[in-house]
């Protein structure tokens, strides 16, 4: 079956982000994953990413830093979505800062 073509902006990052959220598991080796929608860690119950999950995030980009970053982006708009009370520069820091 053909996947519907996103006609905007919006629907083809949403499209994207929700294979980034897929990916997931195999970024992670299915450690520290997000329990969503809350978006806790379900192995430390920590705010998600977690320590751990920044740090097999980071060795799974290795020196791609900005790719780290534009995948970590993609999880933010499914995380601001779904954490629709959380302050969106708080979750900015949360999920990209770290990358830098
Ligand atoms: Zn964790």
New binding site residues.
């Given amino acids: 079956m053909m996947a519907e073509v996103p006609t905007t902006v919006r629907a083809a990052r949403a499209v994207q982000a929700e294979r980034s959220v897929a990916a997931l598991d195999d970024r992670m080796g299915g450690e520290?994953l997000p329990r969503r929608p809350q978006w806790d860690?379900l192995?430390?119950g920590?705010e998600?990413p977690?320590d751990?999950?920044r740090v097999r995030l980071a060795e799974a980009y290795g020196d791609s830093r900005i790719n780290l970053a534009m995948y970590v982006g993609s999880l933010l708009f499914v995380a601001t979505a779904e954490l629709s009370d959380a302050d969106p520069a708080e979750l900015h820091e949360r999920f990209i800062a770290w990358t830098r």
Avoid: G
Wanted: proline share 11%; aromatic share 12%; hydrophobic share 35%.
């Fill in positions: 520290h860690c192995a430390c920590r998600w977690c751990p999950a």
